[in-house]
């Protein structure tokens, strides 16, 4: 591939918790940015890129994207180790993306067969506080509450809540 210049955009990103009417999520708050222009073959560019990016204690997810005439590289990383691996953490959408609202649908608003049928208009919608952006992170699904919608400006995601109870050990027999 030809060495000429690409764009290079760094976002860092801080997670933060938010509440929306008794849903919690994990999103993502951008910390800073650095837009910049580099010569180079554009995967050299954004492995180097990311490299530097990760020993950065700027935040705790930083994404690169580097575009020439033609493609969009996009490469995101939790520098932290142990940061992905943590307990409870669900792939929300396959890259971060804007939260434009969330919605909730309550108990009892679920139709159709095994109630698992759900009808947007009937959501009860929340806006999020300022620009945040959504990817994966933990998302505590409280009482009364069947499902949750998240829209974002790449696309729609619904977190449905678990209806599995966990079995309790079975005590032992003492054969008397």
Known sequence: MAKGKVKVRVVWYKIQEEDYGGVSIEV???????????????????????????KASTGDYFEVIVEDRDVRRIMGEFPRRGQRQRRGVERILPRPARLLRVGLLRAGQAGGEGGRQFRVEDAEWHAPRGAVYVYEGRVR????????????????????????????????????
Request: proline content about 6%; charged content about 30%.
């Open 28 to 54: 993502l708050k951008p910390v800073k940015e650095y837009v910049t222009e580099e010569a180079g073959d554009p995967v050299d560019v954004i492995l180097r890129v990311s490299e530097a990016s990760s």
């Open 141 to 176: 699904i409280g009482e009364g509450v069947d499902a949750v919608i998240v829209d974002t400006d790449a696309g729609r995601a619904i977190i449905v809540k678990s209806r599995s109870k966990r079995k309790k050990p079975s005590q032992p027999h003492n054969g008397s």
